[in-house]
């Protein structure tokens, strides 16, 4: 059964950094495509980035690229999300969620398997 667990949130001062880890289970990943989402209170959750299986073709939404940084660990079968440069409006909550690989490209719609979040506060 494919299982996904969010680790790594927290409270981080603004401009600072966090690494956050998606353990997965009942699934290997180089079958599948991992994304990163947010929710913040009030707020519609949104695709952060996502990373395919097989050749790890990458996404970033505008408002991360150049400061988040998403990479996976076929041996920890775990995929993370380094968050550098941290501003406020980046608190949220974070899931990870997964579907099976289509072809080599990664979005991040379709994610039927999702965990349970990690907090991520950033505030100074």
């Known amino acids: 059964q494919v299982q996904l667990v969010e680790s790594g949130g927290g409270l981080v001062q603004p401009g600072g950094s966090v690494r956050l880890s998606c353990a997965a289970s009942g699934f290997t990943l180089d079958d599948y495509t991992i994304g990163w989402f947010r929710q913040a209170p009030g707020k519609e959750r949104e695709g952060v980035s996502c990373i395919s299986g097989r050749i790890s073709a990458t996404y970033y939404t505008d408002s991360v690229k150049g400061r988040f940084t998403i990479s996976r660990d076929n041996a920890k079968n775990t995929v993370y999300l380094q968050m550098n440069s941290l501003k406020p409006e980046d608190t949220a909550v974070y899931y990870c969620?997964?579907?099976?690989?289509?072809?080599?490209?990664?979005?991040?719609?379709?994610?039927?398997?999702w965990g349970q979040g990690t907090q991520v506060t950033v505030s100074s």
């Open positions: 969620a997964a579907k099976r690989l289509s072809a080599y490209g990664c979005s991040l719609n379709g994610y039927p398997y």
